[in-house]
């Protein structure tokens, strides 16, 4: 690829006339065309015409385009353009178009309308939030016409956008080395200057790894809001109060971009001086990734507890009105706790980390069974990295991560990990105390109470799934296997005597 700072293959570009705005109007042909100007899109833009890269630009509505080039862009390097095949015509090959566009079937509409301008060899970009499925149906779809793809997670919201994202591209490998200057120059970079991109794998490994990071994000926020319930309900802090705290923790293990926005949440005022915080209504929304994490670990048979209670409880939370009524018709009492708060709020800070430690475990076991399913040779040491910084999840906690992987690259669990083996070893009894505080005082808190309930399951030698696997083969004869033959031998008891010999075929999904 050429250099952005030292461009080659100059000629003129048959676009129409530049969208008005004073940008600056050259020969050039741009490095990369950009389709969709929401708030994603246009700061990617601008990043990356700040890193030297020449960017065209086109939006379905025309306006949107007018209005960035002429305020945002104006002087930029940025070419306006006002149909798709004047912004193919504008770039340079091979030809990088990079859709930020609603995942789902505008993807696919916009798709179609390049494929008549694009030739083999050019490369398609999603770079939205698209379920993996399509981003591995769209690779395919694309390869058999000689053209590439790329599916690829960013991360880092409007300001990441703009300053450096985390970037998670997969799809087609030939592709990767025609956007890894661009992809690489404006994602956000760690302490020694590596950027938080890099190659996942191929089809929809990208998009899969950001539907990860988008669960895990579902279950770091969760955490964090119930460990402020406790706080406000069980402890009856204030606003201001735990601000202090999540300050304080934002020195120590807990460091992190989410604990950091919380601490600058629960300090900010309305306009008659109160905390904003207390009039926000207790209704979350979501768009869609955090359930398909949950599906997807369903589909593989990986325990994704903890991500799934946070999706879970985003829908209860939904359930306002419902609520309300519930509320006035179950006895309820003021949470009373009359032990040492200051205590308890040590005790919090140690769950919350060794509960933060089981959704990351459980998200890596996702990717896990995901890249066995698929045939991706994920890299998890260097997936940790791409989280480093720039995204939503950042914190210094995933430098542990990246090192418990790049010491044993095939490490089944992160528990296992000796480092972080003895932050929940350390943590077990501050943990099991808070959980049962919360219980016994009526507080919300599910992601912190499966979180210990998991870690309670995978440490026990064994579980009373004997008498379920019983039960099954009482009234299903689905068979079992036995403590005394070897494992893969099956058995089928006639308990009852008057049921026969024949046993189901059918053991496990």
Same mark, same amino acid.
């Given at each position: 690829? $050429?250099?952005?700072?030292?461009p080659?293959?100059w000629?003129?570009? #048959?676009?129409?006339p530049l969208?008005?705005?004073?940008?600056i109007?050259?020969?050039?042909?741009?490095?990369?065309?950009?389709?969709g100007?929401?708030?994603?899109? %246009?700061?990617?833009?601008?990043?990356?015409e700040?890193?030297?890269?020449?960017?065209a630009?086109?939006?379905r509505t025309v306006?949107?385009?007018d209005?960035?080039?002429?305020?945002?862009?104006?002087?930029?390097?940025?070419?306006g353009?006002?149909s798709?095949a004047?912004?193919v015509?504008?770039l340079k090959?091979?030809?990088?178009v990079m859709?930020m566009?609603?995942a789902?079937?505008?993807v696919?509409?916009?798709?179609?309308q390049?494929?008549?301008?694009?030739?083999?060899g050019d490369?398609?970009?999603?770079?939205?939030n698209?379920?993996?499925?399509?981003?591995?149906r769209r690779?395919?779809?694309?390869? *058999?016409k000689g053209?590439l793809?790329i599916?690829?997670?960013v991360?880092g919201g409007?300001e990441?956008?703009?300053?450096?994202?985390?970037?998670?591209p997969?799809g087609?490998?030939?592709?990767w080395p025609h956007?890894?200057?661009i992809?690489? *120059?404006?994602?956000?970079?760690?302490d020694?200057g590596t950027?938080?991109?890099d190659?996942? =794998?191929?089809? =929809?490994?990208?998009?899969?790894?950001k539907?990860?990071h988008?669960?895990i994000?579902?279950?770091?926020?969760?955490l964090i809001c119930e460990?402020?319930?406790l706080?406000?309900?069980?402890l009856?802090?204030?606003? #201001?109060?735990?601000?202090?705290?999540?300050?304080?923790?934002n020195?120590?293990?807990?460091?992190?971009?989410?604990?950091?926005?919380?601490r600058d949440?629960?300090g900010?005022r309305?306009g008659?001086g109160?905390?904003?915080?207390d009039?926000i209504?207790d209704?979350?929304?979501? /768009?869609?990734?955090?359930k398909?994490?949950?599906v997807?670990?369903?589909d593989?048979g990986?325990?994704?507890?903890?991500?799934s209670e946070a999706?879970?409880g985003r829908c209860?939370?939904a359930? /306002?009105h419902?609520?309300v009524?519930?509320?006035?018709v179950?006895?309820?009492?003021?949470?009373a706790?009359? =032990?040492?708060?200051?205590?308890?709020v040590d005790?919090l800070?140690?769950a919350?980390?060794?509960? /933060?430690?089981?959704?990351?475990?459980?998200?890596f076991?996702?990717?896990?069974a995901?890249?066995?399913e698929h045939g991706?040779d994920?890299k998890?040491?260097?997936?940790?990295?791409?989280?480093?910084?720039?995204?939503?999840?950042?914190s210094?906690f995933?430098?542990?991560?990246?090192e418990a992987?790049? *010491?044993? #690259? $095939?490490?089944?669990?992160l528990?296992?990990?000796?480092?972080?083996?003895?932050?929940? %070893?350390e943590?077990?009894e501050?943990?099991r105390?808070?959980?049962?505080?919360?219980?016994l005082?009526?507080v919300?808190?599910?992601?912190?109470?499966?979180?210990?309930t998991w870690?309670?399951?995978?440490?026990?030698?064994?579980?009373p799934a004997?008498?379920?696997?019983a039960q099954?083969?009482?009234?299903?004869a689905?068979?079992y %296997?036995?403590?005394?033959?070897p494992? =893969?031998?099956?058995?089928?008891?006639?308990?009852?005597?008057?049921?026969g010999?024949?046993?189901?075929?059918a053991?496990?999904?």
């Amino acid at each position: 690829m $050429d250099s952005p700072s030292h461009p080659q293959n100059w000629r003129t570009a #048959p676009v129409s006339p530049l969208i008005p705005g004073g940008n600056i109007v050259t020969n050039e042909l741009a490095d990369i065309g950009l389709v969709g100007l929401a708030v994603m899109g %246009e700061n990617l833009v601008l990043n990356m015409e700040s890193h030297g890269f020449t960017v065209a630009v086109y939006n379905r509505t025309v306006s949107k385009v007018d209005a960035f080039t002429s305020g945002r862009a104006k002087g930029k390097n940025i070419i306006g353009t006002r149909s798709i095949a004047d912004l193919v015509s504008s770039l340079k090959r091979p030809r990088r178009v990079m859709l930020m566009v609603k995942a789902g079937s505008a993807v696919d509409d916009f798709i179609d309308q390049l494929l008549p301008h694009l030739e083999p060899g050019d490369i398609v970009i999603d770079g939205g939030n698209s379920h993996f499925p399509d981003s591995i149906r769209r690779t395919k779809a694309l390869e *058999a016409k000689g053209l590439l793809f790329i599916g690829t997670g960013v991360s880092g919201g409007e300001e990441g956008a703009l300053l450096g994202p985390s970037i998670m591209p997969g799809g087609s490998p030939a592709a990767w080395p025609h956007v890894a200057p661009i992809f690489q *120059a404006i994602a956000a970079k760690v302490d020694d200057g590596t950027p938080c991109c890099d190659w996942v =794998g191929p089809d =929809g490994a990208g998009h899969f790894v950001k539907m990860v990071h988008n669960g895990i994000e579902y279950g770091d926020m969760q955490l964090i809001c119930e460990a402020y319930q406790l706080m406000s309900q069980l402890l009856g802090m204030t606003a #201001p109060e735990m601000h202090e705290v999540f300050a304080r923790w934002n020195q120590g293990d807990l460091d992190s971009y989410l604990i950091e926005i919380t601490r600058d949440i629960l300090g900010f005022r309305d306009g008659d001086g109160s905390p904003l915080v207390d009039r926000i209504l207790d209704t979350a929304g979501q /768009k869609g990734t955090g359930k398909w994490t949950s599906v997807a670990a369903l589909d593989l048979g990986v325990p994704l507890t903890l991500i799934s209670e946070a999706v879970y409880g985003r829908c209860l939370s939904a359930m /306002k009105h419902e609520r309300v009524a519930a509320s006035k018709v179950f006895s309820s009492q003021k949470p009373a706790f009359s =032990g040492d708060r200051a205590a308890f709020v040590d005790d919090l800070e140690k769950a919350l980390y060794a509960s /933060k430690l089981v959704s990351y475990a459980q998200g890596f076991a996702l990717m896990r069974a995901a890249a066995k399913e698929h045939g991706w040779d994920l890299k998890y040491g260097s997936i940790a990295l791409l989280w480093r910084g720039g995204c939503i999840i950042r914190s210094a906690f995933l430098g542990k991560i990246k090192e418990a992987f790049d *010491a044993t #690259p $095939d490490l089944p669990n992160l528990l296992l990990d000796p480092y972080f083996r003895s932050k929940v %070893e350390e943590a077990q009894e501050a943990w099991r105390r808070v959980v049962s505080a919360a219980v016994l005082g009526g507080v919300w808190v599910p992601s912190f109470a499966t979180a210990l309930t998991w870690f309670d399951g995978y440490k026990s030698a064994r579980l009373p799934a004997n008498l379920l696997q019983a039960q099954r083969d009482y009234f299903g004869a689905h068979l079992y %296997e036995r403590i005394d033959r070897p494992r =893969g031998q099956f058995f089928h008891t006639n308990w009852t005597g008057r049921g026969g010999e024949t046993a189901s075929s059918a053991y496990s999904v």
